[in-house]
């Protein structure tokens, strides 16, 4: 089921959800460097299964770009 969300407050509030959810299930940490074309993250901790990670900043309430 899909819900429009069109406040930022709602769009937070999902993204933080969603952020757990993925947390809880990727059990464990690990350390990486993060590369993208813009710069690098050294020395994040990503949440991992062993197969799969997930790394994101902190979300702010507020920001417009939080990702």
Request: charged letters at 35%.
């Given at each position: ?18 952020n ?15 590369g ?32």
């Amino acid at each position: 089921m899909f819900s429009l969300l069109e406040s930022k407050e709602d769009v937070f509030k999902a993204r933080r959800k969603l952020n757990a959810t993925i947390r809880r299930d990727l059990n464990k940490n690990a350390i990486k460097d993060i590369g993208y074309s813009g710069g690098r993250i050294r020395n994040a901790r990503v949440h991992t299964d062993g197969r799969f990670w997930f790394w994101s900043q902190d979300l702010r309430a507020g920001e417009a770009n939080a990702i």
